[in-house]
């Protein structure tokens, strides 16, 4: 079973970056896929991007594409996502995810989940 622990958020300007980070415990991290995901207040949580812990193809939401990127640090069992070009809808309680790479349920359904962590974005 793997727990993860996210970091990394705070208070940034529209048009600044963050790097959010999250911790990840466990033996056979290579087997799980990542994700970030986020939710704003009084809005659903929403996908913003996925890769597999062992690299390869990445994935993210529209709204995202070309600002943010997902990265793993195997070195560090990190999970990395870079924000770049922040607007005032960027901001959201930022949650890391995880589950099996074999994987059979919903394209958004995880089994795993940190904490959060809130980023904010000033105008």
């Known amino acids: 079973q793997v727990q993860l622990v996210e970091s990394g958020g705070g208070l940034a300007q529209a048009g600044g970056s963050l790097r959010l980070s999250c911790a990840a415990s466990g033996r056979t991290l290579r087997m799980y896929t990542m994700a970030w995901f986020r939710q704003a207040p009084g809005k659903e949580r929403e996908f913003v991007a996925t890769?597999?812990?062992?690299?390869?193809?990445?994935d993210y939401a529209d709204s995202v594409k070309g600002r943010f990127t997902i990265s793993t640090d195997n070195a560090k069992n990190t999970v990395y996502l870079q924000m770049n070009s922040l607007k005032p809808e960027d901001a959201a309680v930022y949650y890391c995810?995880?589950?099996?790479?074999?994987?059979?349920?919903?394209?958004?359904?995880?089994?795993?989940w940190g904490q959060g962590t809130q980023v904010t974005v000033s105008s």
């Open positions: 995810a995880a589950r099996p790479v074999i994987w059979s349920g919903s394209r958004y359904e995880y089994t795993t």
């Open positions: 890769m597999y812990w062992s690299g390869g193809s990445t």
